[in-house]
């Protein structure tokens, strides 16, 4: 990699329902970040339709990039390097940022590299800091396919703590959702009513796992707000028990269960391992309640990172940034040899086994 002043990345993301492109500056100065959210074309579905999240990337991917181009008031020229979100993920949905990354990276005679999107997830929490963040770090990953506590001794040296044993918290969030009648996707929308609600009315707590202290299992507290709705017993399809009145009771109780799980085991982890940064990513980190409860619980000897609002959810600057770091290590890009794959088969989150839910 040359050592130019500025070096200038094109990030690409359809690693779910969001297309989104992006340009970064040296890993971290944003002067562009589209973001095409799919979700009105999936609410009909409460959840991401994999075959339609293909063809809208299709459809709107090239004008996402020229938008991006266009705001940050550059050319194609100016490009150092193309990085896309390649795994994990739907893989129809990665194929199509893969395929446009290799095509305009072959036209434009740029590299391109692939960036795992979960490690993209934390490092957009790097890039939201003004100051540098001290590692080792206890790394939060809290999204909708993962929930995991990594040790992040650098980038690129991570090891795992643990992950959940079922579902994903902000998966969780979303079924929840959808069982309250909320609209997905599910984690706003709860956050919205727990604010009308009593965290007490309702005493929902989520899983441990026995002899892993810092895995996850959030199925349990699904099925306690289920039986809470719709009687004991019942099933998805049953129909509800409880008074509409006491909906708000149950996001509130709901929400705080699910974020004292996460608060309680990433404390444990950052104390057990005697690290004082906890850096934090993915969609659920955009809960305001989640992280008035981390900064009430941490002791004022722990920093907290977040990513700023625009970098929670899925965007092309985490993979821009991301693609930076790491072509900066190893100036070897992969072009058109470059493969979309479900799951992760990076040094990251191979970490991740068996293989998450997609997204
Ligand atoms: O990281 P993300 O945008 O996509 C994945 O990589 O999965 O995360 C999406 C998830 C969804 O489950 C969504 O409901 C959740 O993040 N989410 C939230 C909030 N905003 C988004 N969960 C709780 N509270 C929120 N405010
Ligand atoms: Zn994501």
Not at 196 to 204: C, L, M, N, V, Y
Not at 250 to 260: R, S
Not at 263 to 285: F, N, R, Y
Not at 319 to 325: D, F, R, V
Request: proline residues 6%; glycine residues 10%; charged residues 20%.
């Amino acid at each position: 990699m040359d050592k130019k002043e500025k070096f200038t990345v094109l990030g690409i993301e359809t690693s779910c329902d969001e297309t989104a492109a992006a340009v970064v500056v040296n890993g971290k100065e944003i002067l562009s970040n589209v973001v095409y959210s799919q979700t009105e074309i999936h609410k009909q579905f409460g959840g991401v339709f994999p075959e339609l999240a293909c063809r809208k990337h299709l459809d709107v991917l090239l004008p996402v990039i020229n938008q991006a181009l266009k705001e940050a008031g550059i050319g194609r020229e100016q490009i150092d390097l193309i990085s896309v979100a390649s795994h994990p993920g739907l893989m129809g949905a990665l194929l199509m940022g893969v395929t446009c990354a290799k095509t305009l990276g072959y036209t434009w005679n740029i590299p391109v590299i692939g960036v795992n999107h979960i490690e993209a997830h934390l490092y957009a929490a790097f890039m939201s800091q003004l100051e540098e963040i001290i590692l080792p770090a206890i790394g939060l990953v809290i999204s909708g396919g993962h929930t995991a506590l990594i040790r992040i001794n650098d980038f690129g040296d991570y090891k795992l703590i643990g992950s959940t044993i079922d579902d994903a918290v902000g998966e969780c969030f979303d079924k929840v959702a959808k069982m309250l009648d909320l609209p997905y996707p599910g984690g706003p929308e709860i956050e919205k009513l727990a604010k009308k609600g009593s965290p007490e009315k309702f005493d929902f707590s989520a899983g441990t796992v026995k002899g892993s202290p810092f895995s996850f299992s959030f199925s349990g507290l699904k099925t306690q707000v289920l039986y809470t709705l719709k009687g004991q017993n019942s099933q998805k399809n049953s129909a509800p028990s409880l008074p509409l009145e006491s909906y708000p009771d149950v996001a509130a109780g709901f929400q705080n269960a699910a974020c004292q799980n996460l608060v309680d085991k990433t404390l444990k982890a950052k104390e057990q391992l005697g690290i004082s940064s906890i850096v934090v990513g993915g969609g659920v980190a955009n809960n305001q309640f989640l992280r008035e409860k981390f900064d009430k619980y941490a002791g004022s000897d722990t920093r907290i990172f977040w990513p700023s609002g625009q970098l929670s959810l899925d965007n092309g600057a985490m993979i821009a940034g991301l693609g930076y770091i790491n072509y900066r290590k190893n100036p070897t890009p992969a072009s058109l040899s470059l493969t979309p794959s479900p799951t992760s088969q990076d040094t990251f989150l191979s970490l991740f086994t068996p293989a998450p839910a997609p997204c």
